[in-house]
């Protein structure tokens, strides 16, 4: 009767089973992300109005008070637009903006023009005066004039005080004037809708309260737009933002991707189509100073990219990733780097330990080549970069030290782990940690680093798997740290409803490092206890 296989053959059969399986995974995500997406068409590639701030170049942001954009940047950006666009929507007087009316109506568009507020007096005046000198002087291209943006949602202003402005403006000019907020700010404030010719709202499914994913965004949409046109009959009501990012991190089931937005932008239009209703699309170009405000996404919601380069047609399928070959190129590069380091000063019977250190350095491949994907949008200056980069070196280098352990015990050698690669187990365990408690408190802007954790987390359980039991107890930091990294993540999943698979996949990770280091130590008390029985017993 043959003897049932020993738990040190099973464990090695899981190990290879994870090993393949991380290598298919790294290729398919790739390849999947390459792949065209049908989507429905848009009725036209035109659309009626995109808000517009030329803010784009590297450095340039409207934070900046000394920033300002020339009349020939405008000039081009209008040009451009006009082809594609009836009306643009702009936000602030100065930095060069107030020439956007003049400019515009050249090329035959309408502007809805923006008077920021904020809660500055004296700057607020500043803005307004130049808005109403404005107006005055181009009556004819302006749609309307909107005094002041989101101010009662970031709690600059109160209503009242917003009503003054209001009336300000109004009696100053012979222009419809409006205010634009978040929809659910218009419902807790319906005072002002005396105050304005028209209500704006902004509506953007992905940074709900309660993100809608896309498949439902329109209708949600359509209900939000009827619900607001109820509370205030007899008022037109226009919607003065919604879109979609192309890039970031998912709020639940709301995942920031080129093909969503896509999705979302030309299911808008569709359904824009069949309604009598103003609306405005947020935006023309992509922002990178938002980035700094509003996490990775803030920067992604143009419909060209910040090089003004059209980021997906109207028609057709889209592509999310078109040089989805550069992953499994990563990959193959990655693995072709842990053979000759693998076996270097090695002495194998066979090529297990080759096959190894390839399915190893090809899923490692693979996920570096995620985070890098996700370092390049998201990415903001030289020391962003630099301590990304240097975190995936770590990365890699932690990897291929455990790679090394990992293809001899697969390949039948025993030796002890390299003291490098223990002690920087405790250093994982402290920025995995560190990071989970950023995402738990602030998290709300900040993306999931999956490629660069999957490296170490994975190594380390394998490392675990293949070990004799004969575990040494954690250091203290160790066990304190394992018991914080499933709870944090826990706290992730559930702050994203349980609905965001990559949050899940950030549990499973925290997992994979902090389990090994709670059954190492539950072994050595247990054997203590075991010990401190015995000797009683004698």
């Not at 809660?119 to 000198?133: H, R, T, V």
């Not at 002002?192 to 949600?220: C, K, M, N």
């Not at 390949?411 to 989970?436: D, E, H, I, K």
Request: proline share 6%; aromatic share 12%; glycine share 8%.
């Amino acid at each position: 009767m043959p003897s049932a296989p020993s738990p040190m053959y099973r464990r090695h059969g899981l190990a290879w089973l994870l090993l393949v399986a991380l290598a298919l995974l790294g290729a398919y995500w790739w390849w999947a992300i390459g792949r065209p997406v049908a989507l429905p068409d848009a009725p036209s590639a035109r659309i009626a109005c995109v808000s517009y701030a030329p803010f784009r170049g590297n450095g340039e942001t409207p934070l900046d008070p000394n920033a300002f954009i020339s009349p020939q940047r405008i000039d081009s950006d209008l040009r451009a637009l006009s082809q594609r666009f009836d009306c643009v929507r702009t936000y602030s007087q100065g930095q060069g903006l107030s020439a956007v009316p003049e400019i515009a109506g050249r090329y035959g568009m309408k502007v809805l023009m923006g008077i920021w507020l904020r809660g500055d007096a004296q700057s607020n005046e500043e803005q307004i005066q130049l808005g109403i000198a404005t107006a005055r002087k181009y009556p004819q291209v302006l749609r309307g004039v909107i005094v002041g943006n989101e101010v009662l949602l970031r709690g600059e202003l109160s209503s009242a005080q917003l009503a003054g402005y209001l009336h300000e403006v109004r009696a100053a000019i012979n222009v419809p004037v409006t205010y634009a907020d978040v929809w659910e700010f218009w419902l807790r404030h319906p005072e002002l809708a005396s105050s304005v010719d028209f209500i704006t709202i902004h509506i953007l499914p992905y940074w709900e309260d309660r993100p809608v994913p896309p498949e439902g965004a329109v209708q949600h949409v359509a209900d939000v737009y009827a619900k607001v046109q109820q509370a205030f009959p007899g008022q037109q009501v226009m919607i003065g933002e919604t879109g979609w990012p192309s890039a970031g991190r998912a709020r639940q089931a709301a995942n920031a991707t080129l093909v969503n937005e896509a999705r979302y932008l030309r299911e808008f239009l569709r359904y824009a189509a069949t309604v009598q209703m103003p609306y405005n699309v947020i935006e023309a170009f992509d922002q990178p100073w938002k980035r700094e405000q509003e996490g990775t996404a803030g920067g992604y919601w143009g419909i060209f990219d910040r090089y003004a380069q059209p980021k997906f047609s109207m028609v057709g399928p889209v592509t999310e990733e078109p040089r989805w070959w550069a992953g499994w190129l990563a990959g193959l590069i990655a693995a072709g780097l842990f053979v000759p380091i693998g076996c270097w000063r090695r002495r194998w019977q066979g090529g297990r330990g080759i096959a190894a250190l390839a399915l190893m350095g090809f899923a490692s491949g693979c996920a570096l080549a995620w985070q890098f994907r996700q370092m390049w949008f998201a990415g903001r200056d030289l020391w962003e970069w630099t301590v990304s980069l240097s975190v995936c070196a770590l990365a890699l280098v932690t990897m291929l030290l455990l790679a090394r352990w990992i293809a001899a015990r697969l390949a039948g050698v025993a030796q002890q782990l390299s003291a490098p690669a223990a002690w920087l187990r405790m250093a994982w365990l402290f920025v995995l940690t560190y990071y989970g408690l950023l995402l738990v408190f602030d998290g709300r802007y900040r993306d999931l680093p999956l490629g660069l954790f999957e490296l170490p987390c994975v190594g380390y359980a394998l490392v675990a798997l293949l070990s004799e039991r004969s575990a040494s107890m954690p250091r203290l930091e160790e066990r304190l740290m394992a018991i914080c990294l499933p709870l944090l993540a826990a706290v992730v999943v559930l702050q994203e409803s349980a609905l965001t698979p990559v949050a899940w996949l950030w549990l499973g990770l925290n997992l994979l490092l902090a389990l090994p280091v709670l059954f190492a130590w539950w072994r050595v008390r247990q054997g203590l206890q075991a010990q401190q029985a015995q000797a009683t017993d004698e």
